[in-house]
């Protein structure tokens, strides 16, 4: 079993820096795949960025070249580190754990990007 908190969220003007952090409890946070999800009003929950339990990231085309998502195995932890906002931007972000058909989800955090 683990557990998913997210934080770092908030209000920020456009062009503005934020990171989100994923702290996961329970054993093997390592073999796990890390993925951060997005959810705007009235739209789908979409795929921003993963990264597999060896480290390589991927992007979303969306905010690739402006999103770094990074990982410390040795303090459970899956940041996401998020330049140069948009107001797109703007929704509600997940953390997810993956290992074959298990997955955990965290309650997700706000993130609003506005002038």
């Known amino acids: 079993q683990v557990q998913l908190v997210e934080s770092g969220g908030g209000l920020v003007q456009p062009g503005e820096s934020l990171t989100l952090s994923c702290a996961a409890s329970?054993?093997?946070?390592?073999?796990?795949?890390i993925g951060w999800y997005r959810q705007a009003p009235g739209k789908q929950r979409e795929l921003v960025a993963t990264?597999?339990?060896?480290?390589?990231?991927n992007y979303s085309d969306s905010v690739k070249g402006r999103f770094t998502i990074s990982r410390d195995n040795a303090k459970n932890t899956a940041d996401l580190q998020m330049n140069s906002l948009k107001p797109e931007d703007t929704a509600v972000y997940y953390c997810?754990?993956?290992?074959?058909?298990?997955?955990?989800w965290g309650q997700g955090t706000q993130v609003t990007v506005s002038s």
């Open positions: 329970g054993s093997s946070f390592r073999v796990y795949a």
């Open positions: 997810n754990a993956r290992w074959f058909l298990t997955e955990y």
């Open positions: 990264i597999s339990s060896g480290g390589s990231p």
